[in-house]
């Protein structure tokens, strides 16, 4: 780390609150930047998009006018957003938000946006076109089969179903000769001093509570906001397209399954993803984990806010 590094590092500190999915993280972040005078930066991969409201669980309007939230609502319906944007966009963020008097909170799950800012992204190839149109009929099989060949430990590392992950990593190789796991080793983090917490929750009690949340999404609305989505142009190839939720809605308009079915689809699916966004922060060092099995939003915020505090006293 150069000095300059140094002083910028020393002079940002971030408090970073991540967990799986529907560990209860807003509710804590909200009354945490509540009572530090923060404002959350969301590092959610798919609170990104606009209209995607139900769906995504993000707060409320009313939530969102009495805390600031950055990054949400900031790409359209039809667009992309990736890991190096998210990072530059954080790097301009948080000295803003340090300017004001104020506290950065970065919350969400994404673990290929947070992986941006706490681990690093390489300087390796950008993307090409031709290349990914050539990747783009092959099933998530082969390309899974391909990457294991070329990169043993990216395709471990990487969902055997995440298609866009597999395209990228099989890309870099093609084009700059070297895995993008070695590519990867050489990365390096955002230059703040970042305060890590992560929120966990029992199995059977997190299983739940995802449960609950796809009943609550589909009572709102989900289905509909989906088929307003649909007609507003929102097509499979969309990344927004992929979040969980929408295809299984789809599939019920379509008449392909049943709204049981939908429900039961959803929660699986929540449930994996959970499973390996969990797997991906326990690799993470320097982390203050809390359990929040049982607990109240009040609770679990003062906890977060004592560790902050002491690591502060700590510098």
């Given at each position: 780390?150069t ?5 910028l ?8 609150l ?5 560990v ?24 990104f ?21 950055h990054?949400?609502d ?25 300017e ?6 970065v ?15 390489f ?28 990169d ?5 590392a ?19 000769g ?28 997190h ?12 009572d709102?609305?989900l289905?509909n906001?989906?088929?307003r ?58 982390v ?26 700590e510098?």
């Amino acid at each position: 780390m150069t000095s300059d590094e140094a002083i910028l590092r020393d002079r940002h500190p971030v408090l970073v609150l991540f967990g799986p999915t529907a560990v209860g993280k807003t509710a804590v972040a909200l009354e945490v930047a509540r009572r530090l005078d923060g404002e959350i930066i969301s590092a959610d991969s798919r609170a990104f998009f606009r209209e995607l409201d139900i769906v995504t669980d993000k707060p409320t309007p009313a939530q969102r006018a009495e805390v600031p939230h950055h990054l949400v609502d900031c790409v359209p319906l039809d667009g992309a957003y990736d890991a190096m944007t998210f990072r530059e966009d954080v790097a301009r963020l948080v000295p803003d938000i340090v300017e004001r008097g104020r506290i950065p909170l970065v919350v969400g799950g994404g673990t290929l946006y947070l992986g941006a800012l706490l681990r690093g992204l390489f300087e390796g190839p950008g993307s090409d076109p031709r290349m990914r149109e050539t990747l783009a009929p092959r099933s998530v099989e082969s390309l899974h089969a391909e990457l294991e060949r070329i990169d043993p430990p990216a395709a471990a590392a990487i969902h055997p179903n995440d298609r866009l992950r597999l395209e990228r990593a099989i890309e870099v190789h093609r084009l700059s000769g070297r895995p993008i796991s070695a590519w990867q080793a050489e990365a390096a983090p955002l230059p703040f001093r970042f305060v890590v917490i992560g929120l966990q929750r029992e199995r059977s009690e997190h299983r739940r509570a995802i449960a609950e949340r796809v009943d609550r999404m589909l009572d709102e609305g989900l289905v509909n906001e989906t088929e307003r989505l649909k007609a507003a142009g929102l097509r499979p190839n969309a990344q927004a397209y992929r979040t969980i939720g929408i295809p299984e809605s789809a599939a019920l308009l379509a008449g392909e399954i049943s709204i049981d079915e939908a429900a039961t689809r959803i929660v699986s699916r929540t449930w994996q993803l959970a499973r390996r966004q969990s797997a991906w922060f326990r690799r993470e060092e320097a982390v203050r984990w809390i359990d929040v099995t049982g607990r109240y939003v009040d609770d679990v915020a003062g906890e977060v806010i004592e560790h902050w505090i002491r690591m502060q006293e700590e510098r």
